[in-house]
């Protein structure tokens, strides 16, 4: 049975959470393969309970389906378990779990260096999170990581911390003339998490190597998205993972040749938390439209999401890097009431059209969007589960994005509930 890739197509909170969580009684095993605690995937049951996930994958929520921490992902332990007993408080079982021997842990060191560097960037910083993402990647890269199996060995684990806070210490108290981070006090906090965390670590590669062969389904879930991906985004104001459906593979163990359908996830405008370019932002009374209507209002951090209309420039390059074979256009119903639904279909840049992602930064940095406007509509959508129920005009408008965006749009979201979708065809 096949591997299925779930990744957001723009700049993260498309609403792949929701989704995820629709697809999870029809799947065994849902996997994060990257990021951290830096995500947020909000998820509305069918009782009408909310949940905001930020480590563990939407499949938790599902009874049975396997919620799995691959080893492409970055674990902060403390939040793992505040999350873990969260749910246990509100009657989720989660004792399912899995994590990979071989995730990264993030560490106080990377929590501090990540405010401390994103203070010093001034004006140029990427609002990041500050959840120590970007410098925990940074150190698994430069070797120098210390990893999940890393807590069932009390001598490796304070050795590689002490390695580490030698450098780190002196970066800390040298360079930011902030104080240095405590040996002792690291291993006895990590260890206590040790024990807890013992009994859901494993071999997460073998596992769903095994599962696939014998017919299980595997969902791969992506956090961020595509065009925060360090490779394919917007860099450097990118996270330091790659989100795209290739570092799925890398994320988990899941050869490409088992992966036979990805699904992209994007909104029928745009969003984007922290800084840099994003060509089609609004700044006028339609960008508050979305940001009200739309509750633009980040699930991590609580900031305020910058807002713009579609832009299927964007989808379009989604659409290729990742080999989308669905898209699933999500809150359509915010833009119920607007008398224009302007798509973004090229870019001008320095008075040239320009129809695909540009080369260059610099050229993005220019991109000026080229809109067709598309007539508005009134109703209230979210009571709508068919096609033939949406009004003309919203109907238009998801054809027009499916023609611009490469892929068909199998699902449509109306609402944050797991069953507000509009299905043009199955996804499953
Ligand atoms: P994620 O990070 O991609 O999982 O997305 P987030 O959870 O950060 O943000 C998406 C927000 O939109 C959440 O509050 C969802 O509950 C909500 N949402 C998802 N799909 C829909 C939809 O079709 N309509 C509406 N109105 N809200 C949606
Ligand atoms: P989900 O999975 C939206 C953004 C941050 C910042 C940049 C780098 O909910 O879609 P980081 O802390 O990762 O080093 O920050 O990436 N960012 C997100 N934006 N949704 C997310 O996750 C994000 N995760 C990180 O705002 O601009
Ligand atoms: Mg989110």
């Not at 260890?191 to 859901?200: C, I, T």
Request: charged share 25%; aromatic share 6%; hydrophobic share 40%.
């Amino acid at each position: 049975m096949p591997a299925i890739v779930l990744i957001g197509a723009q700049w993260g909170d498309e609403g792949k959470g929701k989704v995820t969580d629709l697809l999870g009684e029809r799947v065994d095993y849902v996997v994060r393969y990257q990021g951290g605690n830096n995500a947020g995937h909000t998820v509305v049951t069918p009782d009408g309970q909310k949940y905001a996930l930020h480590l563990l994958p939407s499949g938790v929520l599902t009874p049975g389906c396997v919620p799995v921490i691959g080893n492409g992902v970055v674990v902060d332990p403390k939040v793992l378990l505040s999350e873990l007993d969260g749910l246990a408080e509100r009657g989720v079982d989660a004792t399912r779990l899995l994590i990979s021997t071989d995730a990264h842990l993030i560490m106080p060191h990377h929590r501090a260096l990540d405010r401390v560097v994103e203070r010093y960037l001034g004006s140029s910083r990427i609002g990041t999170t500050g959840r120590g993402i970007g410098p925990a990647y940074g150190d698994k890269i430069a070797r120098m990581g210390i990893r999940v199996q890393d807590l069932l060995d009390p001598g490796i684990f304070r050795k590689k911390l002490e390695l580490v806070l030698r450098e780190k210490n002196q970066i800390l108290f040298k360079v930011y003339n902030r104080k240095p981070i405590d040996v002792d006090a690291v291993v006895e906090e990590y260890l206590g998490y040790a024990e807890r965390l013992r009994p859901y670590i494993a071999d997460t590669r073998l596992i769903l190597g095994k599962a696939l062969e014998a017919d299980k389904t595997v969902l791969l879930e992506g956090a961020q998205a595509t065009l925060l991906d360090v490779d394919h985004g917007t860099y450097p104001f990118v996270t330091s993972s790659n989100p795209t459906a290739g570092g799925a593979c890398v994320g988990s163990g899941v050869p490409p040749t088992r992966i036979n359908q990805v699904i992209a996830v994007a909104k029928a405008y745009t969003t984007r938390v922290g800084s840099g370019p994003f060509p089609t932002e609004l700044f006028d009374a339609n960008g508050q439209h979305l940001l009200k209507v739309g509750g633009e209002y980040g699930t991590t951090t609580g900031r305020e999401r910058r807002c713009g209309w579609f832009d299927a420039v964007v989808a379009r390059y989604a659409a290729r890097v990742n080999g989308v074979t669905d898209f699933v256009v999500t809150k359509l119903d915010v833009l119920s009431g607007l008398e224009k639904v302007p798509i973004c279909v090229a870019y001008e840049i320095d008075g040239e059209r320009v129809d695909e992602m540009p080369m260059t930064q610099t050229a993005f940095h220019h991109a000026k969007p080229i809109y067709e406007e598309l007539p508005g509509w009134d109703e209230d959508i979210s009571k709508c589960r068919t096609e033939a129920e949406l009004p003309e005009n919203a109907r238009r408008y998801i054809e027009r994005i499916e023609e611009l965006s490469g892929a068909r749009v199998s699902a449509v979201g109306v609402g944050p509930g797991r069953d507000e979708n509009v299905v043009r065809h199955p996804l499953l």
